[in-house]
T-cell receptor, first 113, second 112 residues
């Protein structure tokens, strides 16, 4: 079974631009979560989607948004990029909202110049 | 702020030695999970322990959970150079769905 895939793997943007990151969960997984990882703040939860509905949201500004499609694939969007948005963005999927283990993708490394 | 705090922040040992990492958290949990991350890549799930469990084993891994002290420890026995990675504990709360709240992580270096 293929793992969680994320595209693109690396991205360089400039301040003020917007970016869309994509995540394809493991087949059959309906829950997709997004995390931001930075050296200063560590791993922080962005949001969780289950069956196309956002079920949880972390403490991030409204510039960060996401969605999930009927095939469980998910995208997250960051608008008006700031230097501090430079981070590794990780997507994770799980079978259902059973609070079990999550399967992480390799991440998208976003650099904002 | 992060729910969990881990110590030590960094640990350097020789191959064959045991490595122990500790994690503390602040509120009641549904379960606690440990993940490994190699060099800024994705996280790999290692083990999950539920709030009503006290100890769990998986291969060379042993996890304990003390809910009265709100702490957990991960023991890696007979460490190998390939165990070099960052290790994170993550907690799940009752109403948080699948949301993981991570600790700060321990950077483990196993020297050959």
């Amino acid at each position: 079974k293929a793992g969680v895939t994320q595209t693109p793997r690396y991205l360089i943007k400039t301040r003020g631009q917007q970016v869309t990151l994509s995540c394809s969960p493991i087949s059959g997984h309906r829950s997709v979560s997004w995390y931001q990882q930075t050296p200063g703040q560590g791993l922080q939860f962005l949001f969780e989607y289950f069956s196309e509905t956002q079920r949880n949201k972390g403490n991030f500004p409204g510039r960060f948004s996401g969605r999930q499609f009927s095939n469980s694939r998910s995208e997250m969007n960051v608008s008006t990029l700031e230097l501090g948005d430079s981070a590794l963005y990780l997507c994770a999927s799980s079978l259902a909202r059973v609070r079990g283990e999550q399967f992480f993708g390799p991440g998208t490394r976003l650099t904002v110049l | 702020s992060q729910q969990g705090e881990e110590d030590p922040q960094a640990l350097s040992i020789q191959e064959g030695e045991n490595a122990t990492m500790n994690c503390s958290y602040k509120t009641s949990i549904n379960n606690l999970q440990w993940y490994r991350q190699n060099s800024g890549r994705g996280l790999v799930h290692l083990i999950l322990i539920r709030s009503n469990e006290r100890e769990k084993h998986s291969g060379r891994l042993r996890v304990t959970l003390d809910t009265s002290k709100k702490s957990s420890s991960l023991l890696i026995t007979a460490s190998r150079a390939a165990d070099t990675a960052s290790y994170f504990c993550a907690t799940v709360f009752g109403t948080s769905g699948s949301r993981l709240t991570f600790g700060e992580g321990t950077q483990l270096t196993v020297n050959p």
